[in-house]
């Protein structure tokens, strides 16, 4: 099909080099390469044809997703792929934009026996759980409780005489509920998404289990019933971390696609009149439209250089844990936990964003906007909730000020905290990357340093920190955001510093990107920055001079920046993210070939000539 002539248009400008911009986002030349000879084997292989999902029932979603993902399974045991964004190549190819049925069995099952078992327990379920012999899931929110942990009632009572635990869920608030992947009692019904996933309820009424069905690497029941604690009580909680240190790469692919669609739709998308008698311009033309999109494909690149970050930064802890070293748990969990929160949450809000950019075609399924919506979303909720989750970080910031009293070295993560920052000289309209970033840092450090008193304060006057804490839970929130976003920052200026060296015309442009992300940052808080004294008006207004600046400088890179996420089309599944731009005609076509069109309506002719014969 012929490339749309605004596209090409939009292809022709440009300052750097879209391919070179993908293999540094897939960590190399081989690893792209590797990407789309991967992604082929899945486009060309008839099995991975089928129904459009789009237009499937929750029932036939499921068990096309199921076809589907076992011959997913299979592909990637064919390529001896073991890679685990290799093998999220292969998934993704397939899934068009869902989360497949096995997904829990291999994130939330087979995680935490590698985490957990030990080898005889590897042995006996480890190797067939990867090899599938087993299906598994992960079955710990109940009907009354998700969130609070300590309050979970299934209970396990050892009898010791058949040396069995006894599984009961005593009251209807106990029954396991949400467990993804739970083929065995029953599912809970239709979700806002995930209709990929059968997000089972398990009721338990003295069922046994073998004691030595205890994952016992960490801690152990022995034969007497004495328990045996873990070295570390709180590795128990790393089936969690590992999902969360994961998710935030998963909120920047899922908003890189949404913006990749909503960018090139806003070139081909021809409304209105600047002018006029001048033609209708490209919505992406309009200030507005830049102000939606721009300042989200600068999340975009933020969120993908920090989960690229997490996950590096988590296998390095769990090496160390397995080595029996657990100095930086703590740091990994609370970066796990500020960063899945902050990031699942604003992409979800991004892709709206994107949605409503689309205007009318973006409420359509042929936009998969409403698909990666619906799907992503869940990720605010499930995995630990934001606020819940945002309180652990919170809670580890409150303790970093006390160290800091103390004389404690900070983790490396926090060491901002004990920096200190002069107010900034007048900024012009061109601040860098780097004022920014000191910004932001100051932003978070102040801000602590104000909540803990508050905390503090609360504390000597009640004696209780729960309480304290309770009190001030608002705030808390606020400032483990204001942080999250300080190691956001640093990690995408850390990369832009690095890339600027080995790729300056590709370095160029993210820096504009990161000041983007930066600026939007500060005007978002802008009042603390003048209650802190730390900036003035003159300062603010010349910052959002030098956004709408920063907007120009990106207009002509906009498509060759989301060209770089290198979406193949079936992998995207949008019409309106088409990377050839050809909407129309495919919208049309896509519409005609919904199901809806080519049944015969029969009901509709059978009420409307009762409504006839009604004579009302
Ligand atoms: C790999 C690819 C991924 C791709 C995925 C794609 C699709 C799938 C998408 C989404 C996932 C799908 C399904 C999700 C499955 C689930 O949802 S499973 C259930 C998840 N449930 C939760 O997350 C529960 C959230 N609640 C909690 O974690 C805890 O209740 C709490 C809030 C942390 C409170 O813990 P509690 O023990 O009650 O008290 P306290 O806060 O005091 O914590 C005690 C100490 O333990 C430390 N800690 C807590 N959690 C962790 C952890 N995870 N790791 C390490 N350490 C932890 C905490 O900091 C305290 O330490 P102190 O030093 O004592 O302060
Ligand atoms: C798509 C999806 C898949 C899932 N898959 C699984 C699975 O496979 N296995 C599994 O075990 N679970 C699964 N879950 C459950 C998920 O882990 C829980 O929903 C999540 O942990 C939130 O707990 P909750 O639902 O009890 O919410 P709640 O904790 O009840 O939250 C409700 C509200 O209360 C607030 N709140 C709660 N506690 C506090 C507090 N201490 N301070 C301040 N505010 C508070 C929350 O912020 C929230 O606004 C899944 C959920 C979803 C949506």
């Keep these: 099909m012929p490339m749309n002539p605004d596209l090409e248009k939009e292809r022709q400008g440009g300052t750097f080099d879209v391919e070179q911009l993908t293999h540094i986002l897939d960590g190399g030349r081989d690893k792209t390469l590797k990407r789309h000879f991967l992604?082929?084997?899945?486009?060309?292989?008839?099995?991975?044809?089928g129904p459009d999902t789009r237009f499937l029932s929750r029932e036939e979603l499921f068990g096309e997703l199921l076809r589907k993902h076992v011959a997913v399974i299979k592909k990637t045991q064919e390529l001896s792929i073991d890679d685990i964004n290799e093998a999220s190549t292969i998934y993704s190819a397939a899934m068009n934009n869902n989360v497949g049925p096995l997904t829990l069995h291999s994130v939330a099952f087979v995680a935490p026996l590698d985490l957990m078992a030990d080898d005889e327990q590897k042995k006996k379920w480890l190797i067939p759980a990867k090899k599938y012999e087993i299906i598994g899931c992960y079955a710990q929110t109940e009907l009354g409780h998700g969130s609070f942990i300590r309050g979970l009632e299934t209970r396990a009572d050892y009898d010791v005489n058949t040396q069995q635990f006894v599984l009961n869920t005593p009251t209807e608030t106990a029954i396991?509920?949400?467990?993804?992947?739970?083929?065995?009692?029953?599912?809970?019904?239709?979700?806002?998404?995930?209709?990929?996933?059968?997000?089972?309820?398990?009721?338990?009424?003295?069922?046994?289990?073998?004691r030595d069905n205890l994952l016992a690497k960490t801690g152990k029941v022995l034969e007497d019933g004495t328990y045996v604690k873990p070295e570390n009580p709180k590795v128990v909680y790393g089936s969690m971390l590992g999902i969360r240190a994961a998710l935030p790469k998963v909120g920047a692919y899922n908003l890189s696609k949404a913006v990749t669609i909503a960018i090139r739709y806003s070139c081909v998308r021809h409304q209105s009149e600047i002018k006029p008698g001048c033609g209708e311009p490209q919505v992406l033309d309009y200030q507005t439209q830049q102000?939606?999109?721009?300042?989200?494909?600068?999340?975009?690149?933020?969120?993908?250089?920090?989960?690229?970050?997490?996950?590096?930064?988590?296998?390095?802890?769990?090496?160390?844990?397995?080595?029996?070293?657990?100095?930086?748990?703590?740091?990994?969990?609370?970066?796990?936990?500020?960063?899945?929160?902050?990031?699942?949450?604003?992409?979800?809000?991004?892709?709206?964003?994107?949605?409503?950019?689309?205007?009318?075609?973006?409420?359509?399924?042929?936009?998969?906007?409403?698909?990666?919506?619906?799907?992503?979303?869940?990720?605010?909720?499930?995995?630990?909730?934001?606020?819940?989750?945002?309180?652990?970080?919170?809670?580890?910031?409150?303790?970093?000020?006390?160290?800091?009293?103390?004389?404690?070295?900070?983790?490396?993560?926090?060491?901002?905290?004990?920096?200190?920052?002069?107010?900034?000289e007048q900024w012009c309209s061109d601040v860098d990357m780097h004022s920014l970033l000191k910004a932001i840092q100051f932003r978070s450090k102040k801000f602590?340093?104000?909540?803990?008193?508050?905390?503090?304060?609360?504390?000597?006057?009640?004696?209780?920190?729960?309480?304290?804490?309770?009190?001030?839970?608002?705030?808390?929130?606020?400032?483990?955001?204001?942080?999250?976003?300080?190691?956001?920052?640093?990690?995408?200026?850390?990369?832009?510093?690095?890339?600027?060296?080995?790729?300056?015309?590709?370095?160029?442009?993210?820096?504009?990107?990161?000041?983007?992300?930066?600026?939007?940052?500060?005007?978002?808080?802008?009042g603390d920055y003048i209650q802190y004294e730390y900036l003035r008006k003159i300062d603010l207004d010349n910052i959002q001079d030098q956004l709408f600046k920063l907007y120009t400088y990106i207009r002509p890179?906009?498509?060759?920046?989301?060209?770089?996420?290198?979406?193949?089309?079936?992998?995207?599944?949008?019409?309106?993210?088409?990377?050839?731009?050809?909407?129309?005609?495919?919208?049309?076509?896509?519409?005609?070939?919904?199901p809806f069109n080519k049944q015969d309506q029969g009901t509709f002719r059978k009420y409307i000539q009762q409504l006839k014969q009604a004579k009302l």
């Design 448 to 526: 602590t340093e104000y909540v803990s008193s508050f905390v503090k304060k609360e504390l000597m006057a009640t004696g209780n920190q729960q309480l304290a804490f309770n009190k001030h839970k608002v705030i808390l929130v606020e400032c483990a955001k204001a942080h999250t976003e300080a190691v956001i920052m640093n990690a995408f200026v850390t990369k832009v510093d690095e890339i600027l060296q080995s790729n300056p015309s590709v370095g160029k442009v993210l820096s504009l990107l990161c000041q983007i992300y930066g600026v939007t940052e500060i005007l978002a808080h802008s």
């Design 176 to 210: 396991k509920w949400w467990v993804g992947g739970c083929v065995a009692v029953g599912d809970i019904g239709p979700k806002f998404g995930f209709g990929g996933v059968d997000n089972g309820y398990l009721c338990l009424n003295n069922v046994r289990i073998p």
């Design 291 to 424: 102000h939606k999109l721009f300042p989200l494909l600068a999340t975009a690149y933020a969120f993908h250089t920090v989960g690229v970050w997490m996950l590096d930064f988590h296998s390095t802890v769990m090496n160390e844990i397995n080595e029996g070293h657990y100095h930086r748990l703590a740091e990994d969990h609370v970066l796990a936990a500020g960063l899945k929160a902050v990031i699942n949450w604003k992409t979800h809000e991004g892709i709206e964003i994107c949605r409503f950019s689309c205007g009318g075609h973006g409420y359509s399924l042929a936009s998969s906007l409403p698909v990666i919506y619906v799907n992503h979303v869940a990720n605010s909720t499930a995995e630990g909730e934001t606020v819940i989750l945002l309180l652990q970080t919170a809670v580890y910031l409150m303790k970093c000020v006390i160290d800091l009293e103390q004389g404690t070295p900070l983790d490396p993560s926090v060491a901002y905290l004990d920096q200190s920052f002069s107010k900034s």
């Design 39 to 49: 992604e082929q084997e899945v486009l060309k292989d008839p099995v991975f044809r």
């Design 557 to 594: 890179e906009a498509v060759l920046l989301v060209d770089a996420f290198d979406f193949h089309d079936e992998v995207l599944k949008s019409i309106l993210g088409r990377y050839d731009g050809q909407v129309y005609e495919n919208m049309f076509k896509w519409a005609k070939a919904s």
